[in-house]
Nanobody, 117 residues
Framework: VQLQASGGGLVQPGGSLRLSCAAS????????MGWYRQAPGNQRELVAV??????????RYADSAKGRFTISRDNAKNTVYLQMNSLKPEDTAVHYC?????????WGQGTLVTVSS
């Protein structure tokens, strides 16, 4: 399983970015997919996640992401997205795509989001 994350970059405070996570193969085989982030000196933390397949469930967001970020998926493209609006400097971090299937946990390579003026 490969997860290819993209869409990061430099954006000014208040701006928007859309991250993409393209999976090698159908995402319907995963139980859970989501986005995490890790800022320098900090632990990796959940940003947004949802259940797929028989565990299908509404998205769950970190408090810091609620109202600003939206996670979505395109099954035909085997891709999960993270739309990030009203970005703040504290959103600066490497963002990672994650997928869980049975007992296996998969991570993408990370994409850097920098929010700075």
């Amino acid at each position: 399983v490969q997860l290819q994350a993209s869409g990061g970059g430099l954006v000014q405070p208040g701006g928007s970015l859309r991250l993409s996570c393209a999976a090698s193969g159908s995402i319907s085989r995963f139980n859970v997919m989501g986005w995490y982030r890790q800022a320098p000196g900090n632990q990796r933390e959940l940003v947004a996640v949802f259940g797929l397949g028989i565990l299908s469930s509404p998205p769950r967001y970190a408090d810091s992401a609620k109202g600003r970020f939206t996670i979505s998926r395109d099954n035909a493209k085997n891709t999960v997205y993270l739309q990030m609006n009203s970005l703040k400097p504290e959103d600066t971090a490497v963002h990672y795509c994650n997928a869980v299937a049975s007992s296996a946990n998969y991570w993408g390579q990370g994409t850097l989001v920098t929010v700075s003026s």
